[in-house]
């Protein structure tokens, strides 16, 4: 069903991913919930995107081409910006969607006249591992977006697009967690609901994707700890001590795979601050005295960890 103002307003940010993007397309346009237009944002890419885009006959897609590359966030409030609907919903290239996945969110909407965000469940596949994340955290979430990004991936997120503009939108001065720092925001000002089913297939594969690009991840957090470090001394101790064990963890994890002594040290720091701030937690402690282990020998722990995972 095709309607001057639609009810979901689906955003798809795409820069080379022609191989992808038809798959990810047809998912949305099999949604059993109808009532949507699909804005397909392409960041300049240099591949067959648009002819991939314009093989579809269908009147609720709206093609844009940016002229220069801008990267994912700037697409996606372009978008925004483009959007009818009442709600928006996010979906990167590169991931599908279940069929029931737009219906079952828009009737979660309907339950709460007070919610402002609805995210799902989602299917992390990689080449040797699938991965399901179940949502549990409603309501008011601020204290549990600061422990971990627990909403995750932008593609299973809907937003009632009243509450997404008076945010702004994403954020571009940040060079990653764009998405971690919009859900941080929205929390302020509105809550947040889920449904607990898988209902976004996530691909982990070598390319583009932003979270491989250590220098982006190692960026993104500090950004993240200045902007948003007065907030979380608002929050008790346990928790504003988790901000920084998570911050920590992300740059040490990125540090360990890329052999990087310096960055190391900068995780460390927030190790020893997440200390200070709470001295009660375990986890502290360990990653701490694990920041000061041989480098070559953690990166080589680590790898094989992730081995031993995948089987």
Request: with cysteine.
């Amino acid at each position: 069903m095709y309607t001057i103002k639609p009810c979901v307003s689906v955003i798809i940010p795409t820069y080379n991913r022609s191989n992808l993007l038809k798959k990810s397309i047809e998912t949305v346009l099999g949604q059993t919930f109808t009532d949507f237009e699909l804005i397909i944002v392409d960041d300049c890419s240099k591949d067959d995107t648009q002819k991939v885009i314009l093989s579809f006959n269908d009147p609720r897609i709206i093609y844009i081409k940016l002229e220069e590359n801008q990267g994912a966030p700037f697409a996606r409030n372009i978008g925004i910006n483009k959007a009818k609907g009442k709600y928006v919903a996010f979906l990167d290239s590169d991931d599908q969607w279940l069929p029931e996945k737009l219906q079952k969110q828009v009737l979660t909407f309907k339950k709460n006249e007070k919610t402002g965000v609805v995210y799902t469940g989602i299917k992390k596949i990689s080449e040797n591992n699938v991965e399901y994340q179940t949502p549990i955290h409603r309501g008011n979430i601020l204290s549990k977006l600061f422990i971990n990004n627990c909403v995750d991936s932008t593609s299973t997120v809907m937003v009632k697009k009243n509450v997404l503009l008076k945010v702004n939108g994403f954020d571009l001065d940040l060079p990653s967690c764009q998405d971690w720092d919009l859900w941080i925001r929205l929390s302020l000002i509105t809550e947040f609901d889920f449904v607990s089913e898988p209902l976004v297939n996530y691909y982990r594969h070598d390319g583009d994707r932003i979270s491989t690009n250590f220098n982006s991840v190692l960026k993104g957090h500090l950004a993240m700890y200045n902007k948003h470090e007065n907030l979380a001394k608002e929050l008790p101790n346990k928790n504003e001590q988790k901000f920084y064990f998570y911050i920590g963890k992300r740059i040490f994890r990125a540090a360990i795979i890329h052999q990087n002594n310096e960055f190391t040290k900068i995780g460390r720091k927030f190790f020893l601050k997440a200390i200070k701030t709470y001295p009660f937690s375990i986890n502290n402690y360990l990653f701490y005295t694990g920041s000061h282990i041989n480098q070559k020998f953690l990166t080589l722990f680590y790898k094989s960890f992730l081995q031993l995972k995948k089987k």
